[in-house]
């Protein structure tokens, strides 16, 4: 049976708490995808300064036109869009973008209150980055991680602040060839014999799960709120390379629609911080049971948290990117 909260939108999230995210930048990334766009347009509509992060300057720019238009009755929208160019699979790339990031919070002399890791590639053939790395690990999580740390003063600085990492339910499926703790030793990729495309991206949500968790203990004194979510399932380009958006296509009426997976990101960026529970995993715009967890046993302990984090501070050092 569906979830009472299915069918929620974005927009029906953000109208029930009626935040105003004026003079307040939200940084997302992959706003430029099915997802993200949803979820910015959302956000937008409340006021919120946008700094979309995606790899390609051509598609920031026919996004933001986008926007320009579709909300050309909002008289402030030529100063709420802003693009950073960032390739995930490059932690040079990530660094420098960041940068990038830092110079234009001090520009626009507003907090960033609100960052939504949200873009994601999944069950692509095998290859591996520049860096040497799995693209699903990579852009999914340790990218995404490697970003958060480089904006935790300006995080800090706008505190009370949120991060919202974009996980799925696919973390704690097994018939990937996964499991339910992190397998380190397919680590930075897998062998590429007998590769199954799904194992990489169920590793990699499960750690922004772990993580969310982990950062959570360790920035909530500073303000800093760390969640992880999932958005349910919606035909996107995240199904291209595994094949299976076909048949999303032909069943598209079960699934969400973009402003109905955007609910559960934009519920955790606004919710009320009496609400939530830090570092939690949310799914249909709740928390999910502390039960959830207990089934994940050992692999999300504290034990495995911190492995978890000390191992990818060891790894993004090692990489050169720290
Ligand atoms: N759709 C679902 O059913 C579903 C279910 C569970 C979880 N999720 C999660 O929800 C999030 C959004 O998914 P979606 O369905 O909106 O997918 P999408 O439409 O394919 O959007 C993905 C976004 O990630 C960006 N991206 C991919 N690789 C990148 C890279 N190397 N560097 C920088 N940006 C990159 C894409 O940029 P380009 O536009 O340049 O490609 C795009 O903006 C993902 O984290 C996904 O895992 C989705």
């Not at 909260?5 to 974005?10: H, K, S």
């Not at 956000?43 to 300064?49: F, M, P, V």
């Not at 520009?107 to 053939?125: R, T, W």
């Not at 996964?178 to 397919?186: M, N, P, R, T």
Request: proline share 3%; with cysteine.
């Amino acid at each position: 049976m569906r979830h009472n909260n299915y069918r929620l939108t974005a927009d029906e999230i953000a109208e029930r708490y009626n935040t105003d995210l004026s003079n307040q930048i939200v940084l997302i990334t992959g706003g430029s995808g099915t997802v993200g766009y949803a979820t910015m347009e959302s956000l937008l509509k409340r006021g919120a300064t946008i700094i979309n992060v995606g790899r390609s300057a051509k598609t920031l720019k026919q996004v933001e036109d986008k926007l320009h238009n579709d909300y050309a009755h909002l008289s402030d929208i030529q100063n709420r869009v802003y693009s950073v160019v960032m390739e995930l699979e490059s932690f040079s790339s990530v660094k420098e973008g960041a940068e990038q990031i830092k110079r234009l919070i001090k520009q626009l002399d507003l907090p960033l209150k609100i960052i939504i890791a949200n873009s994601g590639i999944m069950a692509i053939n095998y290859r591996q980055t520049r860096d040497g790395m799995d693209p699903q690990w990579q852009v999914n999580y340790f990218s995404h991680y490697y970003l958060i740390t480089l904006l935790h003063t300006e995080l800090k600085a706008a505190a009370p602040s949120r991060v919202v990492l974009v996980s799925s339910s696919y973390h704690a499926l097994l018939h990937t060839g996964g499991a339910l703790h992190i397998q380190y030793d397919k680590l930075p990729y897998p062998p590429e014999k007998g590769y199954q495309r799904f194992q990489p991206y169920q590793q990699s949500k499960l750690a922004l799960v772990m993580i969310a968790n982990e950062l959570n203990d360790r920035y909530s004194n500073d303000g800093i709120t760390v969640l992880s979510c999932n958005p349910g399932g919606i035909v996107s380009n995240l199904q291209i390379e595994s094949g299976s958006q076909a048949m999303m296509r032909w069943t598209n009426r079960m699934w969400k629609t973009p402003a109905q997976g955007a609910s559960t990101q934009v519920y955790c960026a606004l919710a009320p911080q009496r609400e939530i529970v830090g570092g939690q995993y949310y799914d249909n715009c709740e928390v999910w049971s502390s039960q959830h967890f207990q089934e994940l046993g050992q692999g999300v302990s504290k034990d495995e948290r911190v492995k978890l984090y000390e191992y990818t501070q060891g790894f993004l050092s090692k990489y050169g990117a720290n």
